[in-house]
């Protein structure tokens, strides 16, 4: 593929149908430095055919410098979707224009599409310019009969040749500049979205002849979300939790909520700028009449009215202030898992919406632990991956578990609960490995096959060995990774049309990615955590025409890293048939699911279950590796609910010296040795007969009282607001008449007395373990009766939230 060119074929008329204009547009859009397109309409269908591209050169700057883009389109007949308009909105880069065309009385018949390629210098070298019938539509660019005439300039031709591509050009900027052409921006889509919706438009639908109006409906696991959600909403929650697999539309539910919540205002919160995009394109399409735009790194579009937000950057105080708490009514937060929980402490205890939504595909209890406390324990909806399959949402998969005997990983040094990245990928990037994978590949592959490697050299290393096995069978394997040669919507759409068969990909395909046709998913390196292995295995269950299931070619290794998938694909290891493999149908993990294990996999998995565990060390290790971060308090009980942290306590003391014990952080060991008694008999071991005692303590760090000691009227407040958050905290433990009066007192003024009395007054009283007491009253302040260093306080406060959520997990699961 002449991939020097911006051009693919020597023809230089396109006529549609099986001689598509997309294929030649996304071809030049990932090969060119400058893009000028001035269409008559654009619609979403035809935007979401060459949106990835255009992200993805405006993200690599693939040319020394950012893509100058440059898009013209009209409100001629009120074709162009508002939907579509919001997303040519949310394009960033340095030098990115979208301009929309008053046509006012006017015609606006335009179609045509400019591609630059310049040198360093800002020389142009190579030119084409397509210009025909074809607007921005899925017909118009796919199958519909449209012709396009193409006309190329390449540098160093001739004088007439040169000046006539440049006429075209100047016809193009003279468009642009018109006055007519407006700067398209949210206030200008408002004013346009009723201009649009007049009676004629019924009549003007009929100029997009191949295509129908684009509506989104909830499918079915959605619409039973969206019915849970309002019943919790209805029993006073304003907080919860739904589990949706990957593949199942957790964002598209996220956006029909706001919808049914009739928000104002939403926030989305992700930790990368990718899933934000993907999130704000999901929303535009529910709410096309409402603004959006991002706030992170590049951008801080406060005013709009669904913002999407990385949580690195909203959630620092300095940019918190710039809203007022009640800002938004509806909050979104996707996978806390990714971030650490400061940061989104940071935000959950600074913004009160009517209602925060935690989205999350992780399926396991264990998993959930740290994202349900912050979602005040309420699981809404749950719909994990084997009902996406059994409801046919999603494919079945066939699980081959390969017993990876091409490297010793007991050889390879293990650190902080990974393998050493260098070692690793020594031993990666080896023939011996390669011819292993692709034995086991040639069994089992099917059609389109997506391979997670650990680095960019594993990735290169692989695809070489491929080609040069392949080059006798007509097939092309090729590596995609942030700076590769080939951009990741090439790879795709090579894959989709069969020009290449295998990619190998580091992390740019783990999340987000809308893969369908991907039929063959190989593991090329050990997942860090369950979470990160069921995000690639659900890159290939989405549905396709071409796909009845996903094949899944795993390797495993002699390393007790590799123990925990035996138990999320629900084998019993004890009951396994030592010497043989297991090779049966799994209806447990979905209707239609298949897996095969090596025999070698199996005894080792046996002989790890034969070694008994004595060190909580060891349990937290493993639970660092399976959910790919360490485990905090709420999940570590979770993982080991029957010891109930026996073992951390006999061995270790108390549960914030094992994490101490377990860091390098010289500043957490130094908190934990200070205030090691505060934590262990103040917090981790202080009997709860109600749930009091955690409120307070958790109003107090909402109020951060360790630094800046509450009034107690302020305290009293921010608790009864703690508790409204957890309505099942006011069935359990406000039934006797004395507080059901306090609980409905709407001046406060009965509930700061019966709150005072208890828990303010008797936290404030020695602790009989210790004869301490651990709170003081000074004047009208409620203050820590122990000093605690500046620098100390932040981790001190993650700390004894931490365990404030184990607390509160294990009273409401008594």
């Known amino acids: 593929m002449p991939t020097s060119l911006l051009t693919l074929d020597h023809d230089i008329l396109t006529t549609g149908d099986n001689d598509p204009l997309l294929t030649q547009l996304l071809h030049a859009i990932n090969h060119a430095s400058e893009i ?285 202030s710039q809203f007022a708490l009640d800002h938004f009514d509806y909050v979104v937060i996707d996978e806390f898992h990714h971030a650490s929980a400061s940061t989104y402490q940071n935000v959950l205890n600074y913004f009160e919406p009517k209602f925060l939504l935690g989205l999350t595909a992780t399926p396991e209890r264990t998993d959930q632990a740290n994202i349900l406390a912050l979602c005040h324990n309420n699981l809404v909806f749950e719909r994990n991956l084997v009902h996406g399959i059994d409801e046919k949402i999603l494919v079945p998969f066939h699980y081959y578990g390969i017993w990876d005997d091409s490297v010793d990983y007991q050889a390879i040094p293990w650190r902080n609960g990974k393998f050493d990245p260098e070692a690793l990928e020594n031993q990666f990037a080896t023939q011996k490995r390669a011819a292993h994978i692709f034995k086991h590949w040639q069994i089992h592959q099917q059609q389109r096959t997506l391979a997670f490697c650990m680095s960019k050299r594993h990735a290169d290393y692989m695809a070489d060995y491929f080609n040069t096995h392949f080059a006798q069978q007509n097939k092309r394997a090729i590596a995609v990774y942030s700076g590769s040669k080939v951009l990741r919507n090439e790879a795709l759409t090579q894959l989709d049309n069969g020009d290449i068969d295998v990619i190998f990909s580091v992390d740019l395909f783990n999340e987000g990615t809308d893969l369908p046709s991907i039929d063959t998913v190989m593991m090329l390196r050990p997942t860090e955590s369950n979470i990160v292995f069921l995000q690639q295995l659900g890159r290939g269950l989405r549905r396709h025409q071409d796909k009845t299931h996903l094949v899944v070619i795993d390797f495993i290794g002699n390393h007790n890293s590799f123990f925990s998938k035996q138990s999320w694909l629900g084998i019993d290891i004890k009951g396994a048939n030592g010497g043989k493999p297991i090779d049966r149908p799994a209806p447990e993990l979905g209707e239609g699911t298949y897996i095969n294990i090596d025999p070698q996999a199996v005894d080792f998995w046996q002989r790890l279950a034969r070694q008994l565990r004595t060190s909580a060390k060891e349990d937290f290790a493993d639970l660092t590796a399976y959910l790919g971060h360490r485990p905090n308090a709420s999940e570590f009980y979770i993982a080991n609910k029957e010891d109930r942290f026996a073992k951390v306590n006999k061995q270790h003391g108390s549960w914030c010296e094992l994490v101490a014990e377990m860091s390098d952080d010289e500043l957490l060991q130094e908190v934990v040795t200070e205030h090691r008694d505060f934590l262990f008999y103040a917090v981790q071991t202080t009997s709860l007969t109600k749930s009091f005692k955690a409120i307070l303590l958790e109003a107090f760090l909402i109020l951060d009282g360790f630094r800046t000691p509450p009034k107690i009227d302020a305290l009293c407040q921010r608790s009864r607001k703690v508790i409204d958050g957890y309505p099942s905290i006011k069935a359990k433990d406000f039934t006797g008449k004395e507080a059901q009066v306090a609980i409905a007192d709407t001046t406060g003024v009965k509930w700061q007395k019966y709150w005072e009395k208890n828990p303010v007054h008797f936290s404030m009283q020695a602790d009989k373990k210790t004869n301490i007491a651990w709170f003081t009253q000074v004047g009208e302040r409620y203050q820590a009766n122990f000093t605690v260093k500046e620098q100390h306080v932040e981790l001190l406060s993650r700390l004894v939230k931490e365990l404030v959520d184990y607390r509160l997990v294990g009273y409401l699961g008594e």
């Not at 160093?156 to 006055?179: G, L, M, V, W, Y």
């Not at 007519?180 to 009549?203: F, G, V």
């Not at 539309?249 to 029909?256: N, P, R, V």
């Not at 104002?264 to 409402?290: C, G, N, W």
Request: hydrophobic share 40%; net charge negative.
């Open 36 to 320: 000028e397109i001035a269409v008559s309409f654009i619609r979403q269908s035809g935007f979401e055919l060459i949106k990835q591209a255009l992200l993805d050169v405006l993200e690599s700057k693939r040319h020394h410098h950012s893509l100058k883009l440059r898009i013209l389109t009209s409100d001629y007949l009120g074709i162009t979707e508002p939907v579509a308009l919001r997303g040519l909105l949310a394009l960033e880069g340095d030098d990115v224009q979208i301009k929309v065309f008053e046509t006012d009385k006017q015609s606006f018949h335009m179609k045509s599409y400019l591609f630059v390629r310049t040198n360093e210098q800002g020389i142009v070298t190579e030119g084409s310019a397509f210009i025909g019938s074809n607007n921005i539509s899925r017909p118009a660019l796919t199958n519909a009969h449209e012709w396009t005439l193409r006309y190329d300039y390449k540098a160093n031709s001739d004088s007439h040749t040169q000046q006539q591509f440049f006429n075209i050009r100047q016809k193009f900027n003279a468009i642009f500049e018109h006055p007519n052409a407006k700067t398209l921006s949210d206030e200008w889509i408002d004013a346009y979205i009723p201009r649009r919706q007049q009676p004629a438009l019924k009549d003007i639908t009929l100029a997009v002849t191949e295509e129908e109006i684009t509506e989104y409906w909830p499918n079915l696991a959605q619409e039973e979300a969206l019915t849970a959600l309002n019943t919790t909403r209805l029993n006073g929650y304003e907080r919860g939790l739904v589990v949706m697999g990957t593949g199942m539309g957790k964002t598209f539910l996220a956006a029909f909520d706001a919808q049914q919540m009739k928000a104002k205002r939403v926030l989305f919160i992700a930790h990368r700028e990718e899933i934000l995009s993907q999130a704000l394109s999901t929303f535009a399409k529910v709410h096309p009449e409402k603004s959006s735009g991002y706030y992170h790194g590049k951008a801080k579009e406060a005013e709009k009215e669904l913002l999407f937000a990385s949580v690195q950057t909203i959630g620092k105080e300095s940019h918190l």
